[in-house]
């Protein structure tokens, strides 16, 4: 009883700053958030309570609503695997000791650096314009381009591109991850001439899951999220024939450019549920695939 | 451990004393007011000078410039608006205008009138564009008109230099598209397709007698005309005389997107106000053309406030805020540094003491807006809620004809009935 | 066992040894020779790579090179001529100058990452290596303020900064810093700290070390690369921060240097590109030089940690 007592100081104790910054900062605008998707919020007057109206707006008749879930969905079911399969491939590569290679990993976190900058909104519609250097690139191998941004059928892949070229933040995470991983283990396994599939197999990904798990969820929070790229990218429009209407875009521009906060806010909860779904998926699943070093649960 | 937290949350707060600091007022004086404006470093500057001016002019008043670009303006005015805390005087858009008046943010300045704001020299036409039901909300200071801006070098290579370019028809439009085309071997293309920009369209529209929304808000366009309107460029683009399909489905490009900037066409559409700015990218010489006219038709372009200038629901100091807004207008001090930066003044002795150290750029934008003052019509009504929605339901519809997805017909039914569905949801 | 037997089991033990030994040279040598030939490989397709990777960086300082009118319409990478104004001009382009913006940024962003830090790693070691009564829920709500969408909660978040008298002063960027807001770095760094053997702590407990001992001596130390790992992101994206400061920073004295560089550019009329590339050029150089000072830390921490 007491030794319970005493863990509960020393954790709270820790806990002290987050404590506080939850229960004075962050939990009242969450809950004002919710109590708005109940009302029709126009943000200058006061809001008014609709009851379940924009949630029965939102499913039965929001065309919208559909299409950026689609658009959504498209995005991180290429994006997330691809940037985390780059990440972790550039981080591997980046984890052997070449003399050069904090060079290599500043010139490969460059990208990710000018993250959502105008300058990157510019110079992403021109790469991919109809003259561009991506299609006189692939003019060189006969391919005939097409305006990959403004076709409503290519666009979202530019935005996939994009996320995977800005793959700096989880390399980083990984390498971190990487140096973690005792040298011995591997050095034990090369006397044992294990093949290098079988080592990245039996030790790197092993040992490396936490980091492994830790980026897969973070990458989906942020790809469910995903917003400045796409809204640079499209000027704030959602792109041609919606096709880059990803959900906080679509979200973003019903709060402050058609002054429906109470809308948003409803459109806000329903990501939160999306994103939670998917996040306790990748927990649950955790138990199979991620251990921790001498951790007995 | 105790002490350690004591000294953790005791550095802290010290720490973020100190940063707050930097931002506490010097001195307090004993009136202050916030002027917000979207702005670019030119027009920034200018202002920050007018500041200056009336602080001088009047010492026991001071005037806090805030400024952002134009995309994040909005977003900080909905948020401030939201907040209860809007600055004194703020910029306002045409757009923006009705949305902000019929939700209560924004103050009448009748009472003003003759009253601390002087406006007995100011025209009467740019004056009625900040006008909301009959009250004024909003003062004007700077007007614009829609333009079609052409390449001048190129029509001088097309051979069509002598066009009459203010009273010109879209049949004559389209010939000389066929011809810059044909002359720069497709090069360059005639112009940009117009397909998704409704502020083009509802010229096409008043043209041909009818308005988009009617004085009570409803849309009262027929489906027919927006379906000529489309065929229109539709015709025009299958005879290759227009900028790519896949260019032309964007109508908030940056301006240096814009076909006339990218070298991709010879004409664009913009408003007036932007002909310095489109200058400002480009190497060849600008002119400005009137929106082309429907034959026997009706005037349907229209001279709009570019910018106003409005008083809040949130200034505490409205006497002070409405001082400002007075030395705008009627400070020669003032108006001389504000210059055509914001759009035509609506004073015509700020316009005549400007006029000798005009720009060629300016030159051409203050011409243009001599030469079609008779031939424009009258100010739309105001647009009802939703009307930014009902802008981008055009655009998607206007996207779907471009890319061939529908007939003109079908999709102007259609959009049609989404533009009215859009205004009552947002009754 | 008798003298020769011993001396026998030493000759075949160092003859063992010796095998040993030569086969371990054998494979050291064919190691080398392997490596020498795939470091080529990796240099080759690392500069290929690195290419593609720079290519907006160069494209970015061509562009802060050019003259206003070639900056669009010209698809080359080259300017026709150098135009260094645009940095020389750009600095002092805007009503304040850029001195004041990168001291502003400066203030926010040190304070930022320190705050970051110490109040996301005291987190972090409460979750991944303390037991209390409602962790788990704690936990989950921690996580469920990374997914909730920011725009959402910019209104009533401004509202009560507005009531607190915040507005415009730095304090709604720097204080939620101290108050481990960003779920990102407490997640981070719980990932790693389990990753750290608890015999560590155990031995510490033993000797009769506290929770923050443990905590200061064994887990932060040990933890090095993490902690790099955060503080690289915590002051990238702060230093980058734009929506916060947009909604809380009113005066053009107190703007840091990505809310700056919005002046720059006005979609309706007049920008000005390439004194807006210019100064983003500049505004990446700290953050170069922190990544390049502290992804160094990333390499040591473990060369000193050697977990046994």
Not at chain 3, 123 to 133: D, G, N, P, S, V
Request: net charge negative.
């Amino acid at each position: 009883m007491k030794n319970t007592k005493a863990r509960n100081a020393s954790g709270y104790m820790f806990l002290t700053p987050w404590l506080i910054g939850f229960f004075l900062l962050a939990i009242g605008p969450i809950l004002v958030s919710l109590y708005l998707s109940f009302t029709r919020y126009d943000m200058v007057g006061d809001p008014r309570w609709t009851g379940l109206d924009n949630y029965i707006y939102m499913f039965t008749r929001d065309r919208r609503f559909w299409k950026t879930l689609e658009v959504t969905f498209h995005y991180v079911v290429f994006a997330v695997p691809l940037r985390l399969i780059m990440a972790l491939g550039v981080a591997m590569l980046l984890d052997k000791g070449l003399r050069t290679i904090g060079l290599y990993r500043a010139i490969f976190y460059l990208p990710s650096l000018l993250g959502a900058s105008i300058a990157i909104a510019i110079l992403w519609r021109q790469l991919f314009s109809i003259d561009g250097v991506v299609n006189q690139v692939l003019a060189v191998f006969g391919i005939q381009g097409v305006g990959w941004i403004t076709n409503p059928q290519t666009s979202i892949y530019t935005l996939i591109v994009l996320a995977i070229w800005q793959f700096g933040a989880p390399m980083l995470i990984f390498l971190a991850g990487l140096r973690g991983i005792p040298k011995d283990l591997y050095e034990a396994a090369d006397i044992d001439g294990t093949s290098r599939l079988r080592k990245f197999y039996a030790i790197t990904l092993p040992m490396l899951a936490p980091v492994v798990f830790f980026n897969l969820v973070l990458q989906i929070i942020e790809a469910f999220k995903i917003f400045s790229p796409a809204f640079i990218i499209s000027n704030g429009t959602g792109g041609p024939a919606d096709s880059l209407l990803v959900y906080t875009v679509y979200l973003f521009n019903e709060a402050f450019k058609f002054f429906r906060m109470g809308y948003a806010s409803a459109l806000a909860w329903v990501l939160l549920v999306i994103i939670g779904l998917f996040t306790a998926i990748a927990f649950a699943t955790s138990k199979y695939w991620v251990h921790y070093e001498n951790e007995r649960d | 451990m105790a002490v350690s937290r004591r000294k953790f949350l005791t550095t802290t707060g010290g720490l973020a004393l100190a940063a707050g600091l930097p931002s506490m007022p010097a001195f307090a004086q004993d009136r202050s007011i916030r002027h917000f404006w979207w702005g670019n470093p030119e027009r920034d500057k200018r202002t920050f000078e007018v500041i200056e001016i009336f602080d001088k002019n009047h010492p026991g008043i001071s005037v806090s410039g805030e400024t952002i670009g134009w995309g994040d303006y909005w977003t900080k005015m909905a948020t401030q608006t939201a907040g209860r805390n809007m600055a004194d005087l703020v910029q306002m858009d045409y757009r923006f205008l009705f949305e902000y008046v019929r939700r209560g943010a924004l103050q009448e300045l009748d009472p003003f009138i003759g009253n601390g704001l002087d406006l007995s020299n100011f025209d009467k036409g740019p004056l009625q564009g900040g006008m909301v039901d009959g009250k004024l909300y909003a003062l004007n200071i700077g007007s614009n008109s829609q333009v079609f801006v052409y390449n001048e070098a190129i029509f001088e290579e097309a051979g069509i230099a002598d066009t009459d370019v203010i009273n010109w028809t879209w049949d004559q439009f389209a010939d000389v598209c066929k011809t810059i085309t044909e002359a720069t071997d497709g090069k360059v293309k005639g112009s940009d397709d117009c397909s998704v920009v409704l502020e083009v369209c509802e010229v096409w529209i008043r043209q041909n007698g009818s308005s988009f929304f009617g004085p009570d808000g409803d849309v009262t366009v027929t489906p027919d005309i927006i379906a000529d309107y489309w065929q229109f460029w539709h015709d025009l683009r299958e005879a290759g005389v227009l900028r790519s399909a896949d260019k032309s489905l964007d109508a908030n490009l940056p301006m240096s997107d814009v076909g006339i900037v990218a070298g991709d066409t010879a004409i664009s559409n913009f408003w007036s106000n932007q002909i310095v700015g489109v200058q400002a990218l480009m190497q060849d010489p600008v002119g400005a053309a009137m929106v082309p006219h429907k034959d026997g038709g009706a005037p349907g372009q229209f001279i709009k406030p570019s910018m106003f200038m409005s008083l809040t629901r949130d200034s505490e100091d409205p006497e002070a805020a409405i001082m400002y807004m007075n030395d705008w207008i009627n400070n020669p001090e003032a108006t001389k540094v504000l210059g055509l930066e914001r759009g035509i003044p609506a004073n015509p002795d700020v316009r005549a003491a400007l006029a000798p150290d005009f720009t060629p750029a300016e030159k051409v934008s203050v011409d243009y807006f001599n030469a079609i003052q008779d031939k424009v019509g009258p100010l739309p009504p105001p647009e009802p809620k939703g009307a930014g929605e009902v802008r981008d339901a055009f655009i998607r519809a206007g996207t779907d004809v471009v890319l061939g997805y529908t007939k003109p017909q079908q999709a102007a039914e259609v959009f049609v009935d989404d533009a009215q569905a859009i205004i009552d949801r947002a009754r | 066992m008798n003298a020769t037997e011993a001396a026998l089991a030493e000759t075949e033990l160092e003859a063992e040894r010796d095998e040993a030994a030569r086969v371990a040279h054998e494979y050291r040598l064919a190691k080398n020779k392997r490596e020498r030939r795939s470091r080529l490989f990796k240099h080759i397709f690392l500069i290929i790579f690195s290419f593609i990777m720079l290519y907006p960086l160069l494209w970015l300082l061509a562009s802060s090179l050019k003259p206003e009118n070639e900056i669009f319409g010209s698809l080359g990478l080259w300017p026709s001529t150098f135009n260094w104004s645009n940095y020389t001009e750009g600095w002092e382009a805007l009503p304040v100058s850029f001195t004041v913006f990168y001291r502003n940024s400066t203030i926010v962003t040190v304070l930022c990452v320190l705050g970051n830090l110490f109040s996301c790693s005291f987190a972090a070691y409460a979750f991944a290596r303390l037991e209390f009564t409602g962790k788990r829920l704690f936990f989950g709500l921690m996580m469920m303020t990374l997914m909730i969408p920011y725009h959402v909660v910019l209104i009533p978040q401004y509202v009560m900064f507005l009531k607190l008298g915040w507005v415009d002063t730095y304090l709604p960027l720097i204080v939620p810093r101290f108050l481990a807001s960003d779920g990102f770095f407490i997640f981070l760094m719980v990932q790693f700290f389990r990753q750290i053997p608890r015999e560590l702590d155990e031995a510490a407990q033993i000797d009769g070390c506290s929770a923050f001992k443990i905590y200061w001596a064994v887990i932060l130390p040990l933890s090095l690369p993490a902690l790099a790992t955060s503080a690289i992101f915590s002051m990238i994206w702060v230093w980058e921060d734009f929506l916060a400061p947009l909604i809380y920073l009113n005066d053009i004295k107190n703007y840091t240097v990505p809310l700056a560089l919005r002046l720059f550019i006005d979609q309706e009329g007049q920008s000005a590109f390439g004194q807006m590339f210019a100064m983003s050029v500049l505004s990446l150089v700290p953050v170069v030089i922190f990544f390049v000072a502290f992804q160094k830390l990333i390499v040591r921490g473990i060369a000193t940690s050697g977990m046994k």
